[in-house]
Each structure stands twice: as C-alpha cells, then as structure tokens.
C-alpha cells in the first residue's frame, strides 16, 4: 500500500521531470498550510488592521519560488528549503507597502502626546499605569495601542530621497546607522566558534540546531520536519548541548608546554 509520503515523492520526480502545471498546484496544495502558519506567526506581531490573507498571499508568490527551485538530489526537506523564502516573501511585502493604516497613526499620536503631557507634569518618564489613567482606556486597550505604536515606527528602507547637498538620490538604507555591526576581530572569533560547534554536529544535528535557534521552531515542529518524534528531538538537543559544554571547558583549560 503506497503512504501519502511516497505519493508525494513520486509527484515532485514527476513534476520536475516534466513542468507540469497541474503538478506544481497540487504541490502548492499540499504545502499551503505552511504558508499560512508562517502567516499566522507574523501577523501575530502586527497591528489587528493588517489582513492575514495578504500576507497568505504573499507566502503563496514565495512558496512557488520554492518549489520551482527545490533540487531534490540535496537530500533536505521540502518544508525546511521552503520556510525561509515564504517568510522572505511576505517580509518583502511589508516592506513595499504602507501597511500601516491612517487610524493606527492617529491612536499612536495619542499616545505620544499623553506620554508628553505626564512627562511635563510628573518630570519623569510616566508608567504604563498613568498613561492607563491619562488616556482612559483599560489596560488591554492599552497593550494593543502599544503594539499599534510600534508598528508605526517602522519605515521602508526603499524609501527615496534627495540629498540637498549633493542633489543625488539617496534610499533610506544608503543612510541608515547600522548598529548592529561587530567588531571584525568578535565576528572572526565568532564565526571560529560556530565552525568548531557545526563540524562537531551530524547533518540531523546541525538540523535542528538550524531550526530550534535560527527558524525559531518548537521541539514538535522540528519533529514534523525531520520525522522525528517531539520526545527524540528534545533528547538530541540535550546531547547535544552537553556535548557543546565539554567542548567549551576543554578549549578554555590552560594549556602547558611539556
């Protein structure tokens, strides 16, 4: 009796080997639910205004991406190739649009300016509760308002303008301080250290920490990706943790010369 995971193997040989369209939707089929919980996950971040089915629609432009240059001699997992690039593609259309709707700025400028007025009458910054009381408003109004106001702060680093010193068009991102640049001789070191910890690790190993630190996945959706189960996932973590902690120890004893 032939599973659903080998009827899925043989429709991606298929359809690699002949382009078929109809092939291509019944794998968008099968995968959309990926698109929207990565969906669902972003949007959870995100004022309420934003719709959830622009964002699915964005995933679904990524997650064809995906499949049309998924190369199935690598040995990886659809679902672990594709995640990044229906994140990607959604992220980008955020950032081409103005998403963040008229009403939103106009609760954030209230905001702004309660915080202002406290300030000015207390000569400290307000607490979340005065701002509560100045505004009126309950405290989950509140949190919501405050999720709102940070949406607003975001800007499009696409954004053009000129300079009026040198008349040259400039984008937000040829100006913008980058505050998250290291050290070349920290990141050397860093880039070390990760080596040594990869290069320690088996390929299912190097997997999850991929997945658990970097994607940002749960112990029991790694497990659905590997095909492992939640318990065996944690398991392997664990080993591999304390493997990284006698590595670290070793490489900080001192060293004597004989």
């Known amino acids: 009796m032939i599973n659903k995971e080998q009827t899925l193997q043989t429709l991606w040989v298929t359809y690699k080997k002949t382009g078929d369209p109809l092939l291509r939707n019944r794998l968008m089929e099968n995968y959309l639910t990926l698109v929207k919980y990565t969906a669902d996950r972003i949007s959870a971040k995100l004022p309420s205004e934003v719709d959830v089915d622009d964002l699915i629609s964005a995933g679904i432009f990524g997650l064809v991406d995906a499949i049309e240059a998924f190369d199935l001699a690598r040995g990886v997992k659809f679902e672990t190739y594709c995640s990044p690039r229906v994140r990607g593609a959604i992220l980008d259309e955020l950032r081409t649009m103005d998403w963040v709707p008229r009403l939103v700025r106009s609760r954030a400028h209230k905001l702004e300016d309660a915080t202002k007025v406290l300030r000015a009458e207390l000569g400290r910054l307000p607490t979340d509760e005065e701002i509560v009381g100045k505004l009126a408003i309950s405290r989950p109004d509140f949190d919501k308002l405050m999720k709102d106001a940070t949406a607003v702060s975001l800007i499009s680093l696409s954004r053009q303008f000129v300079d009026n010193d040198s008349n040259r068009e400039l984008q937000e991102i040829d100006i913008l301080e980058d505050r998250r640049s290291v050290d070349p001789t920290e990141e050397i070191y860093q880039n070390d250290m990760r080596d040594m910890v990869m290069n320690g690790l088996t390929r299912v ?14 112990m029991k959706e790694i497990g659905a990706t590997l095909n492992l189960s939640e318990s065996r996932v944690s398991q392997m973590h664990s080993s591999i943790l304390n493997r990284l902690r006698h590595q670290m120890a070793r490489k900080n004893e001192p060293q004597f010369d004989a």
């Open 205 to 218: 190993e190097r997997l999850i920490v991929v997945l658990y630190y970097y994607e940002e996945m749960t």
